[in-house]
């Protein structure tokens, strides 16, 4: 499953991106898909996961409130809409996939097994 990750950019404290995570892959739409965001120097973190067919979605404590991830199986997409977004926000964006066998939606890094290759967002402030 290849997974792309696109929307990122510079935006000022308190503005909004939507970040698109878009697979060509047939069966993308059988699989959880999560966002984890990586800053220079640190690890690699949960940001947000949705189960296959929407209708679960999970968020990082820092995040809830600000970010809302959605998909559209009919495009193949993911998406993260991020509001309010504060400069701790900054890092590169990464979405990925696993196919979810029975279970709550993951939030460890791990347990995904498809990744994209990550869009930059930086927030100034």
């Known amino acids: 499953v290849q997974l792309q990750a696109s929307g990122g950019g510079l935006v000022q404290t308190g503005s909004s991106l939507r970040l698109s995570c878009t697979s060509t892959?047939?069966?993308?739409?059988?699989?959880?898909v999560g966002w984890f965001h990586q800053a220079p120097g640190k690890e690699r973190d949960f940001v947000a996961a949705i189960n296959w067919n929407g209708g679960t979605t999970a968020y990082a404590n820092s995040v809830k409130g600000r970010f809302a991830i959605s998909r559209d199986n009919a495009k193949n997409q993911v998406y993260l809409q991020m509001n309010s977004l504060k400069p701790e926000d900054t890092a590169i964006y990464y979405c990925?996939?696993?196919?979810?066998?029975?279970?709550?939606?993951?939030?460890?890094?791990?347990?995904?097994?498809?990744w994209g290759q990550g869009t930059l967002v930086t927030v100034s402030s």
């Open positions: 990925a996939a696993y196919q979810n066998r029975g279970g709550t939606i993951a939030s460890e890094r791990y347990v995904y097994d498809y």
């Open positions: 892959n047939s069966k993308f739409s059988f699989y959880d």
